[in-house]
């Protein structure tokens, strides 16, 4: 099984919302990543978590919280976003053993639109 | 620093024509180089990697790709283009950092359209 899961599949929601974006695997992946795809575009990284911890950021801001409370799960807090936000937000996953090879496995990504 | 570049934002074959899209790599240490697929409204799925084992790498869907260092290249082929083929494509190399961090960077894609 190399399936990433990600919940929901779209949402919307206002500049003074909090919503939180979620990611699933259960390959026993110890890497996860989030990427920010905006449209006609490749995606850009935002965030990598090695082992449960946060291993890059990618100088996002602070309105993007991510959180990794165990290996198999990875959330994305979402909090006074604004409308340049909007795009497709993917969550991905590697086995993280040094390896270069390795690959990354992809979730089919929540779309997002700010109001 | 290490990138990618992809020539030709859009590419359009007929069916059952053969398929190329072209990527040129930058790096200053053999590289590891990827091939992405995403279909509309569809996260990406990896067609093949490049992981210095072989220079001729097979992936699925009868897509394959050769690393050329002389020309910095690894560019995607597939004999005969299927209409089902038609979606954005894109390279890869990864980035690694101290110990098991590491990240992809993209290229800029390539859209793929067979026509009938």
């Known amino acids: 099984d190399t399936e990433v899961t990600q919940t929901p599949k779209h949402l919307v929601m206002g500049m003074t919302n909090k919503k939180s974006l979620k990611c699933e695997q259960h390959?026993?992946?110890?890497?996860m990543y989030w990427y920010k795809q905006k449209a006609k575009k490749p995606p850009e990284l935002m965030f990598v978590?090695?082992?449960?911890?946060?291993?890059i950021n990618e100088s996002v801001p602070s309105r993007f919280s991510p959180e990794c409370p165990n290996s198999s799960l990875l959330n994305l807090h979402l909090h006074a976003l604004q409308p340049e936000d909007s795009a497709l937000y993917l969550c991905?996953?590697?086995?993280?053993?040094?390896?270069?090879?390795?690959?990354?496995?992809f979730g089919p990504g929540t779309r997002l639109l700010v109001l | 620093a290490q990138s990618v570049t992809q020539l030709g934002s859009h590419v359009s074959v007929s069916e059952g024509a053969l398929v190329l899209l072209r990527c040129n790599y930058s790096?200053?240490?053999?590289?590891?180089l990827f091939w992405y697929v995403q279909y509309p409204n569809q996260g990406l799925q990896l067609l093949l990697k490049?992981?210095?084992?072989?220079?001729l790498v097979k992936g699925i869907n009868d897509f394959e790709a050769e690393f050329k260092k002389s020309e910095t290249s690894f560019h995607l082929t597939k004999p005969s283009a299927h209409m089902s083929d038609a979606a954005e494509y894109f390279c890869?190399?990864?980035?690694?950092?101290?110990?098991?961090?590491?990240?992809?960077?993209f290229g800029t894609g390539t859209l793929l359209a067979v026509q009938p």
């Open positions: 991905a996953s590697s086995q993280d053993r040094g390896n270069r090879a390795e690959t990354q496995y």
């Open positions: 390959m026993g992946h110890r890497a």
């Open positions: 978590y090695s082992y449960e911890k946060l291993s």
């Open positions: 790096s200053s240490v053999p590289p590891y």
């Open positions: 490049y992981t210095s084992a072989a220079t």
């Open positions: 890869a190399v990864k980035v690694v950092y101290g110990g098991a961090t590491n990240k992809l960077i």
